[in-house]
């Protein structure tokens, strides 16, 4: 009997730690591509080894409305530069931007006027873009790889960008990678029309930002809520559309689409 017991807490200790395992593993796979998470010499040890390229999520801190997160562009850029890293190999993500220009402050215009804002002057933000594109190259990576989740600092980013490339002629390269922005507004829109959802479409906090946060982190949107209002307008921050009809199926059709069209812009299909 005391072997049978014996015998039975082992099984039962394994049953608990195999699942332990795996999650660790699968952690550890994740986070290889992540900068922030690797030492100086793990980073060093990869760019010797032929990781030539970083992505940089740049995101931005703004109110999304009543019933998603401030942290939306935040959280969506950072986890889909970690899956086109992945995909890619031999790349780096990088720690996301999330202070971006946003609206003024005195007075407080766009998206100021709500709390939950956090806004930085344009010439602070295209420092803080060719700041970090500088430090990237320096310690080796050909290729810094600036990905947008929000339409706002476009011009300042691409701006910031123009001059890396001025500066570093030909011995690397900054890219903003328009075709991960734009397939939000095209091809995943397009896809939202033809499964009848043209209506629920907007500019701001709509079906398609709700669905795509619902996919990346549904933690992130106030799900049961959404459920229950009446319909948002501008005065609570969303700007046309509907998000109530949001799923979480239909925002992954949207972050597939994301990662692939940049793949694609980056020589890499999968």
């Known amino acids: 009997m005391p072997n049978l017991l014996s015998l039975r807490q ?9 699942p332990l395992a795996l999650a660790a593993a699968r952690s550890a796979k994740a986070a290889s591509v992540e900068f922030s998470r690797l030492t100086w010499t793990e980073i060093q040890t990869q760019i010797r080894g032929g990781t030539d ?50 609206g003024g402050t005195d007075p407080r215009s766009s998206h100021m006027r709500f709390a939950g ?20 190259h320096v310690q080796g990576f050909r290729r810094v790889v600036f990905i947008a989740d929000h339409g706002g600092y476009l011009s300042y980013l691409k701006a910031a960008v123009a001059r890396l490339n001025n500066k570093w002629r030909g011995q690397g390269e900054a890219i903003y990678l328009a075709a991960y922005y734009d397939s939000i507004g095209s091809t995943y829109a397009q ?20 669905a795509l946060m619902l996919a990346i982190d549904p933690g992130m949107v106030r799900e049961e809520a959404l459920r229950a209002a009446p319909l948002p307008g501008v005065a609570q921050g ?4 509907d998000p109530r009809p949001a799923t979480a199926d239909l925002g992954r059709i949207g972050t597939e689409i994301q990662v692939q069209a940049a793949l694609n812009a980056l020589g890499r299909s999968r």
Request: proline letters at 6%; charged letters at 15%.
């Open 10 to 18: 082992r099984l039962c200790a394994a049953l608990l730690v195999a």
């Open 117 to 136: 804002t956090i806004s930085i002057p344009p010439a602070v933000f295209e420092g803080v873009i060719e700041g970090a594109g500088e430090s990237f």
């Open 53 to 102: 390229t970083i992505i940089v999520p740049v995101g931005g801190t703004e109110q999304s409305g009543p019933y998603i997160a401030v942290g939306k562009h935040n959280v969506r850029a950072e986890v889909q530069a970690q899956r086109i890293a992945q995909a890619l190999g031999h790349t780096l993500a990088a720690p996301v931007i999330a202070y971006v220009p946003e």
């Open 191 to 210: 896809v939202l029309r033809q499964k009848g959802f043209g209506a629920d479409l907007g500019k701001h906090a709509d079906l398609s930002d709700t």
């Open 238 to 241: 969303v700007y046309g559309g």
